[in-house]
């Protein structure tokens, strides 16, 4: 089946920090997602992105399918981007592939 | 957006006792629910898909018998989780799609904190 790999696993940032993280994945790209899961446990979609770049507010995603990576940017972060970071992918089987997360701190 | 509500947040519930946690999509058609299960610190593990008017599709390992799910309504999906366990004990989280529409996202509701006394 499909493999999601998210990096880095955790992330410490403090306040006003820019980061990256990043999701490969296995096969070709299907309708990849983006999501933060806050310490309530509520899964918020952040971006729905098979391709290309897409911004919102200060936090961005770039997804190059031809060489299977998605990346999620956030600059100038706040402490309330904390908590984890999934990025997510529709396998052939119609089911959403996830990867293991990226735990994210940011210290004020 | 689409929203997806899940009821309720959180319950305790005795053991042998069984649980019925609701999800709903409430302003589009949800053609196919899925049920997660999380443990803490670890990613979503999918335990079921749902279509509407049909039998739901366990994944493997998971338990037919104990996890009962309905999906009654384009709108409403049900996971009754019966004669409850502490191992049971868990987040669960439902997501919903409209697979009429191919390119559309998922979803998902607020999630259900389970425990098992």
């Known amino acids: 089946g499909i493999q999601v790999e998210q990096s880095p696993p955790d992330l410490i940032l403090q306040e006003g920090a820019n980061s990256t993280l990043r999701c490969n994945f296995s096969d070709s790209v299907n309708n990849l997602q983006w999501f933060h899961q806050n310490p309530w446990g509520q899964l918020i979609n952040l971006f729905y992105?098979?391709?290309g770049t897409k911004q919102n507010g200060r936090l961005s995603a770039t997804t190059v399918a031809t060489e299977r990576y998605s990346s999620l940017y956030i600059s100038s972060s706040q402490t309330t981007d904390s908590g984890v970071y999934f990025c997510?992918?529709?396998?052939?089987?119609?089911?959403?592939?996830f990867g293991k997360g990226t735990k994210l701190t940011v210290n004020p | 957006g689409a929203v997806v509500s899940q009821h309720p947040s959180w319950v305790i519930c005795k053991s042998g006792t069984s649980v019925k946690i609701e999800c709903r999509s409430l302003?589009?058609?949800?053609?196919?629910m899925f049920w997660y299960r999380q443990f803490p610190k670890q990613s979503l593990m999918l335990m079921a898909t749902?279509?509407?008017?049909?039998?739901?599709?366990?994944e493997q390992g998971v338990e037919k018998d104990k996890f009962l799910i309905n999906h009654a309504s384009l709108t409403l999906s049900t996971l009754t989780v019966t004669s409850a366990h502490p191992e049971d004990s868990s987040f669960y989280i439902c997501?919903?799609?409209?697979?009429?529409?191919?390119?559309?996202?998922?979803?998902f509701g607020q999630g259900t904190r389970l425990t098992v006394v």
């Open positions: 992105i098979p391709s």
């Open positions: 302003d589009f058609q949800a053609t196919t």
């Open positions: 997501s919903a799609r409209d697979l009429n529409r191919w390119d559309t996202e998922a979803f």
């Open positions: 997510a992918m529709w396998g052939g089987s119609e089911k959403l592939v």
């Open positions: 749902s279509n509407e008017g049909s039998k739901a599709t366990y």
